[in-house]
């Protein structure tokens, strides 16, 4: 069945290092692939998606590109900063909308 | 737009007790999700309604859970007996059902946090 792989945490940096959390997946057929974020003490919330290969998404300065090829949606950021500590959920949604999640990735920015 | 709601916010129980979360989607959206989500662990999906019909239940222990949604509206989800393994967050999700627009955006609601003593 479908799955997403994402790397473990947690994962600690200083403001303004780079951000590159992995993400890759198995699924038949072309799933959307999103990241959720989780702020402590809140809901999953959407931070950006990709419905097809080769699409960038893009939000709040993070990115992640789509890659088929290598069936990989890594997140990344240039400059994160200390309001960036979360977790990161890599995630995909199939033809039948069955929103499948990676078990998240803990990031704390220290200042 | 009303958000996804839920209730309770929290609850703790004993084991072999039995519990019941609710939810209530956002107006018009079609599908409903219950996910589980286990401290430090990814949400993981437990049931998928479209309307008031079951879509996917495959990952729903269903010795001990159950969920409805008799009217294609709110919907709840029990557990019976609970086990300690059971201590996790409920989380509601919704999606509108738009054929022509993909991805269908899933909205959360806050969650019940259930521990099971």
């Known amino acids: 069945g479908n799955s997403v792989t994402q790397m473990e945490g947690p994962v600690t940096l200083s403001e303004e290092a780079f951000l590159t959390i992995n993400c890759t997946y198995t699924?038949?057929?072309?799933?959307?692939l999103f990241w959720y974020v989780q702020y402590p003490g809140e809901g999953l919330q959407l931070l950006l998606k990709?419905?097809?290969?080769?699409d960038k998404g893009s939000n709040k300065g993070f990115e992640a590109t789509y890659r088929k090829e290598t069936t990989s949606f890594h997140l990344e950021k240039g400059s994160v900063q200390v309001s960036d500590s979360a977790v990161y959920f890599c995630?995909?949604?199939?033809?039948?909308?069955?929103?499948?999640f990676g078990a998240g990735t803990r990031l704390t920015v220290k200042p | 737009e009303a958000g996804v709601a839920q209730s309770p916010r929290y609850k703790i129980i004993e084991k072999r007790q039995s519990v019941a979360f609710w939810c209530n989607p956002i107006?018009?959206?079609?599908?409903l999700y219950w996910y589980q989500q286990i401290l430090g662990q990814g949400p993981k999906l437990l049931i998928q309604f479209q309307n008031n019909g079951v879509v996917d239940d495959s990952q729903l222990p269903k010795d001990r859970f159950s969920a409805e949604r008799l009217k294609g509206v709110d919907s709840t989800l029990k557990i019976q007996p609970a086990k300690l393994e059971d201590s996790a967050v409920y989380l509601c999700?919704?999606?509108?059902?738009?054929?022509?627009?993909?991805?269908?955006?899933?909205?959360f609601g806050p969650g019940t946090r259930l521990l099971v003593l």
């Open positions: 999700a919704s999606s509108p059902t738009n054929f022509r627009t993909r991805p269908i955006p899933l909205y």
């Open positions: 699924a038949t057929g072309y799933p959307s």
């Open positions: 107006s018009g959206h079609a599908t």
């Open positions: 990709a419905t097809k290969a080769d």
């Open positions: 995630a995909l949604s199939s033809d039948r909308d069955d929103m499948r």
